[in-house]
């Protein structure tokens, strides 16, 4: 049987649009370039000690950087640097944005979680890569913060890549969001998941308990409230956390229920980065007929002010996150 590639399957869709040129399929080519070298350095991690454990660096957001942190940034900025087809790319482990050279620029801005969840690569836990596209809005060549902060309803893609039992490729252009599996005999992306959707309810909620404590009220009752027992409300949830974001969503796109990484005592604005992990997931869950909240209000339509600004999250089935947003504006919920 022919089974579709990934390059195939956006050749496809890049004809739905008239006014193509082709930059796009040639940036996702790239994308997927970069992908195929980190999953083949994440399936050995731990033979030799190369690329195995941490680089002694902190990064920009207070982090120990991992070697296979780093090698999987300057795989992304190299490979999709040279594609033609960005003018800029932002990264979670680089400070500042990488600006292309006008002359072998392109019109897209690229933004990156180069490796998430890399607190679990030693102990052989699923991690992945986050990205997500824009066009560049500035007129003329020169990349300014417009450019670079636009909100996440302006993304023209979006999509991840889980490093796990097997190689995984999610993304969305706006026409479904599509799953491709790795095949390692052949290094090819092929088909396994076409147009996802998201179920409007699910059974699971995943969250850090451990914070608990740093939690404000609403946020505690949230919680008690999908613990306690109803059978005519299905309750209680099963509580799943892997502690690794692109594992916790990629199983409650395919299964529904709620991810939640809520703000806190220690950080008012919760851990996750707008730009490298909401918006893209946001985007991808939208179009799977789910939901993306910061607890108040959409992800898709927070104006950001930083590159590297955090933001509460609270993602996957319509059903619960409307539930944990009409809880978290109730006191005295919880039952
Ligand atoms: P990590 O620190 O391992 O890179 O944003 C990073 C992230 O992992 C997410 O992948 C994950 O969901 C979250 O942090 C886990 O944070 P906690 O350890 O605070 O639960």
New binding site residues.
Partial sequence: MLRTTLVQHIREQEKLNPNATGMFTNLMYEILVAAKFVSLEVNKAGIGESIFGLTGEINVHG?EVQKLDRYANETFIKTVGNSGSVCAITS?ESEKPVIIDPESAGNYVFMM?P??????IDVNVS??TIFSIYRKISPGKEVKDEDLLQKGSAQVAAGYIVYGSSTMMVYSSGDGVHGFTLDPTLGEFFLSHPYIRIPNRGSTYSI?E??QEDWDENQQNLVNYLKKKDSLTQRPYKLR????????FHRTLLKGGI?M?PGDKKNPNG???LAY?ANPLAFIVGIAGGKASDGNSRILDIAPSDIHQQTPLYIGSAGEVELAEKLLATTNAGN
Avoid: A, H, T
């Fill in positions: 982090e979670e979680d490796l998430d969840g890399s607190s679990n991690i992945g850090n451990g914070n956390y892997i502690g690794s974001l692109v594992s916790d991810f990484y851990k996750l980065r992990e």
